[in-house]
């Protein structure tokens, strides 16, 4: 019997106090049949020489000009043999049997995903340490790829109960799901991993859910990171990702109730940007106002929200970046 081939892909940025660790990580899964394939997306300290040290018949080890991690995952998915694709950011975790319980609850299906279970740790804490999990309303099996991204994009004033994240790593791919689908799109947006696994659950035939593995996922409490960046072009990028999301997802469902979740995202980027990019947080607005926005209009701090209770968002989120504006004059 063949037993397929997993291959690892490690998007690697400057990332050499954690990469050890996240590739011993991939060394460590149980599932024997696989292959690691480390991106140095053009790192300026030591990523690329410690990823050099674990090279070896099945680790290998390539570089590129800084061009972004999407760019860094396709050119891993060209050079990639495996049947099956898992990729890993390079500050983050996988439990040894990850792998093997995602092929596991797949059964050797080449037109499904896997997803696992995702423990969101801040830098400096025990990743393994599992405070409190409550069960995700994704814990099971899937048949309908258009209801799953319905149920995940919703938020509670849609669809009480659903909604979230699913982090890039938490997901087990079958090549042949990203043949149909597309490879990753190559813009340098906080989203672009919604955006792909967006058009790879519309590829496939379903989501199976594994119950044991896990997806450890690094945050930090000062986020440079891209998601955390509010910069007119960050902006322009999210939006970017919510279009393409919005137009895989018509393409394939003319359901009202998809207008109704795609109106918060433009909404509430339109109300972040504002009051730095007044522009673009018009066209947000309007575009939001377009689909049946009617949710929260504004939430923030007391003052903040006592403010846009009696003026308005705009009044609201004026008084908000005062005060950001205020903090960082203090600080100097």
Not at 53 to 76: D, M, P, T
Not at 144 to 173: C, H, R, S
């Amino acid at each position: 019997m063949n037993i397929p081939l997993v291959s690892i892909i490690i998007p690697v940025y400057n990332a050499e106090r954690f990469l050890g660790e996240t590739i011993q990580s991939a060394i460590d899964q149980t599932w024997q049949h696989k292959e690691i394939l480390i991106i140095d997306d053009g790192s300026v300290d030591n990523s690329l020489a410690i990823a050099k040290k674990y090279e070896c018949e099945w680790i290998k080890v390539f570089s590129q000009k800084n061009a972004g991690a999407a760019v860094a995952r396709n050119y891993g998915l060209k050079e990639a043999k495996g049947d099956y694709i898992q990729f890993l950011d390079a500050d983050d975790l996988l439990s040894p049997d990850k792998i093997e319980m995602q092929m596991k609850a797949l059964g050797n299906s080449v037109a499904h995903l896997a997803v696992c279970k995702t423990n969101h740790f801040f830098d400096g804490e025990d990743p393994k340490l599992i405070l409190d999990h409550s069960p995700e309303w994704y814990y099971k099996d899937f048949d309908n790829p258009v209801d799953f991204l319905i149920k995940l994009y919703a938020g509670e004033e849609v669809m009480p109960g659903f909604g979230g994240m699913i982090q890039p790593n938490a997901w087990l791919t079958p090549r042949q799901v990203i043949e149909k689908g597309g490879v990753w799109n190559e813009f340098r947006s906080p989203d672009d991993d919604g955006e792909f696994f967006c058009r790879m659950v519309l590829a496939s035939e379903g989501v199976k859910f594994s119950s044991e593995g896990w997806n450890y996922y690094r945050k930090f409490k000062d986020n440079n990171s891209l998601s955390g960046q509010k910069t007119l072009k960050a902006y322009q990028l999210i939006i970017e990702s919510v279009d393409l999301k919005y137009a895989h997802l018509k393409a394939r469902s003319n359901d009202e109730i998809i207008d109704r979740i795609f109106a918060k995202p433009y909404w509430w980027t339109g109300v972040l940007a504002y009051p730095q990019f007044k522009d673009f947080s018009k066209q947000c607005i309007k575009r939001g106002k377009e689909l049946g926005y009617s949710g929260d209009k504004y939430i923030g701090g007391p003052a903040g929200q006592k403010v846009a209770r009696l003026l308005g968002w705009k009044a609201g989120r004026i008084l908000s970046d005062y005060q950001v504006r205020l903090k960082k004059w203090l600080k100097r």
